[in-house]
């Protein structure tokens, strides 16, 4: 819940600008293969892309891109090929094979980040 009372705004990942959702109670969206830090603190409303990693100190930008190594700091881009090979990592862990349709969409939203 926001700390004012007043309906929480996310920003939209095409125009970049910020919207009332219409709900006082939200968290974060946050997505696919995406991991924060112990004792990372988020925003009400942020939004974190996929395959992104967020281990600042201080509070991060309520707009996290996709494939993203979030330090505060330099804020590096991670390497889609290494990107891949946590991906496949986490999935075998659960059993899960990655599939090629689903590398394909991970590749279109790493080359996208870049468009």
């Known amino acids: 819940m926001k700390n004012n009372y007043d309906f929480v705004r996310i920003q939209d990942w095409e125009t970049k600008e910020f919207y009332k959702v ?13 991991k924060t830090s112990i004792n990372s603190m988020l925003s009400t409303g942020t939004t974190c892309g996929v395959s992104s990693n967020i281990f600042t100190s201080a509070f991060p930008p309520k707009y996290i891109p996709s494939f993203t190594w979030l330090d505060g700091e330099k804020n590096p881009e991670f390497r ?3 990107a891949l090979e946590v991906m496949k ?4 862990r659960r059993n899960v094979e990655l599939s090629e349709e689903y590398e394909h969409m991970m590749r279109y939203i790493f080359e996208q980040r870049k468009a």
């Open 22 to 34: 219409g709900f006082q109670f939200f968290g974060t969206v946050m997505g696919d293969h995406s």
């Open 89 to 92: 990592a986490m999935m075998a």
């Open 80 to 82: 889609f090929d290494k």
